[in-house]
């Protein structure tokens, strides 16, 4: 990713872009063979010849066309006809972008492939659910991650849907008239380079494709940090249901020995929260003055490379710590059945009520058990139950058992799985 958003990188969009031009206005009669020969044989750049121009002439397009005539000789006067700079530097840019969302594509297809294992090879480890983070009903741990790879799949019709979005160049001309240019050139190019041509662009490509770029990846690197803060809760020492792997060697403090910390979640975290500031900037520079400014071009230098590189990284750091992480079913349900399973207050209501009892009366009596059996130290709700002359009046022992089974539960989760293929 990091050599798409190179220098060298930069000049070669911006070098396929004024061959595709010419290519263009060769099929239109309007360059001779000869000289086309030459652009496509001799056009080549230096960055650092680039950068030793731009110092003089303070004009990064003028310094990169000064050096690629450099190299073609009588030619050059073909290149860049009735064009101008941001014809260059948006159809590049878009190039870019393009080539970074196939890469953060294909880093996404290996994390949701990682999350569809894990679910599928965990549809009936059964776990807790909490809300509020406190205990709620049972679930399953493939339940959960069935979530995660729902997100996942969406973001990748995202990315895709973004691609197309932001896989459009012009070569319209200043103001974005065609007064200069045929606007078969622009078609011609943009065929040449497998872009769409803008519909209708001013001296820039409207800023809104660019601001909808740094917003999915920040939408991705969200959805990595609601799974990164999940690893990070599962993995507290009270809870320990989950645990990112602990490499031979590795250290988790410099004072406590014992320490086992989640820093590849707590970094994916922490990025997200880079990438979300940057979304500010890209709405920022959607409102440019007239038919173009350059306000958003210093913007945009420092957080396109950025954004695309960070959420390329963070995809590949979560892969690497879903297709390490350690799993602990005991610890599930140990946290599970905790206080003598109060946790499955619900089924022990709904059972009341089915023998007759009124819903708020069973709602008290069922509460007050599991309360009793929640602010004391080894509480056993299931025990308070059995103890309890209202319940047992109409609960036999079986029936109570049967309130504490997680079948049902699970009963239904087959819709889900049938959805995701699982």
């Not at 297709?323 to 610890?331: A, D, E, R, S, V």
Request: aromatic share 6%.
């Amino acid at each position: 990713m990091s050599q798409i958003w190179t220098d060298r990188a930069k000049y070669q969009s911006w070098l396929d872009v004024e061959v595709a031009a010419c290519e263009a206005n060769y099929k239109l009669g309007r360059i001779p063979q000869e000289a086309m020969q030459d652009i496509r044989e001799k056009a080549a750049f230096e960055p650092e010849r680039i950068l030793e121009i731009e110092a003089e002439v303070r004009h990064d397009v003028i310094a990169f066309l000064t050096n690629l005539n450099e190299h073609v000789g009588d030619a050059g006067r073909y290149i860049h006809i009735g064009m101008t700079s941001s014809d260059v530097l948006d159809t590049g840019l878009a190039l870019q972008m393009k080539s970074s969302v196939v890469l953060l594509q294909k880093e996404l297809k290996q994390l949701q492939d990682s999350i569809q294992k894990l679910a599928s090879n965990h549809k009936n480890t059964v776990m807790i659910g909490r809300s509020h983070a406190i205990h709620g009903e049972p679930i399953t741990f493939g339940f959960k991650l069935a979530g995660w790879l729902a997100e996942t799949i969406r973001n990748s019709n995202r990315l895709s849907r973004l691609e197309k979005e932001i896989a459009v160049g012009q070569i319209s001309g200043a103001m974005g008239t065609y007064a200069n240019t045929d606007p078969q050139v622009e078609k011609l190019a943009c065929q040449h380079l497998d872009l769409t041509p803008d519909t209708a662009s001013t001296q820039v490509i409207s800023r809104d494709r660019h601001a909808s770029y740094v917003q999915t990846l920040a939408l991705v690197g969200a959805s990595l940090d609601r799974f990164a803060t999940e690893i990070r809760n599962l993995q507290r020492t009270d809870v320990l249901e989950v645990e990112e792997s602990f490499a031979k060697g590795q250290k988790g403090s410099s004072a406590m020995p014992h320490k086992r910390n989640p820093i590849r979640s707590e970094r994916i975290s922490g990025l997200a929260r880079v990438l979300r500031g940057y979304v500010i900037g890209a709405l920022e520079n959607v409102a440019l003055w007239h038919e173009r400014d350059i306000s958003h071009s210093s913007t945009e230098r420092m957080m396109l490379p950025d954004c695309s590189i960070t959420l390329h990284f963070m995809l590949r750091e979560m892969t690497e710590i879903i297709q390490g992480l350690g799993i602990y079913p005991q610890n599930m349900l140990r946290n599970m059945n905790i206080y003598g399973g109060v946790v499955f207050s619900q089924r022990v209501l709904l059972a009341l009520v089915e023998k007759g009892m009124l819903r708020e009366e069973a709602y008290k009596i069922v509460q007050r058990n599991a309360h009793a059996a929640w602010n004391k130290e080894g509480g056993d709700f299931r025990e308070n139950l059995k103890s309890d002359q209202a319940v047992s009046s109409l609960l036999s022992s079986e029936e109570i058992a049967d309130c504490f089974s997680t079948e049902i539960h699970q009963a239904n989760l087959h819709v889900i799985w049938e959805r995701l293929g699982l």
